[in-house]
């Protein structure tokens, strides 16, 4: 249900980057979206994201940049070890240059720079590029 909820808002984003549009409106939301933004504003590909509710249904309303291209979350888990990382990245991500992988690990939610940094594995969320 969770992987459902993000994919869906990625979805929503990337709708969004394409029609041109400022910001997209993202509910129902979880803490595992509120983690996945959050590597995406720290990585520079969204400006912001505000966080409206989150006692109840709620909303986020993130602030678009323009720099998305595709951002998508797998519906199934998918188990990674540190050392399997870098390869994974390879055959995801279009080029070497730009994108990132999401790993929820025991530290908690981590893009695939910072979780070969921890040298911790876990399993794969999803990509954004």
């Known amino acids: 249900m969770g992987r459902r909820i993000l ?3 990625l979805s929503t ?3 969004a980057e394409k029609r041109g549009f400022d910001t997209a409106q993202l509910k129902p939301i979880s ?3 509120a983690a996945f933004l959050n590597i995406m504003k720290y ?3 969204i400006k912001d994201f505000q966080v409206h509710d989150p006692h109840r249904v709620g909303k986020i309303t993130v602030e678009l940049q323009g720099r998305i291209k595709d951002c998508r979350a797998l519906m199934y888990r998918q188990d990674i070890k540190a050392q399997d990382i870098e390869k994974y990245r390879f055959n995801k991500l279009p080029t070497h240059q ?3 992988v999401v790993i929820t690990t025991p530290n908690g939610v981590l893009d695939h720079e910072e ?3 921890q040298n911790v594995g876990g399993q794969v969320l999803g990509y954004f590029y």
């Open 13 to 15: 984003i990337v709708n």
């Open 115 to 117: 979780a070969i940094r």
């Open 43 to 45: 990585r520079g590909y």
């Open 98 to 100: 730009w994108g990132y």
């Open 7 to 9: 994919n869906n808002a």
């Open 31 to 33: 803490n595992v979206m």
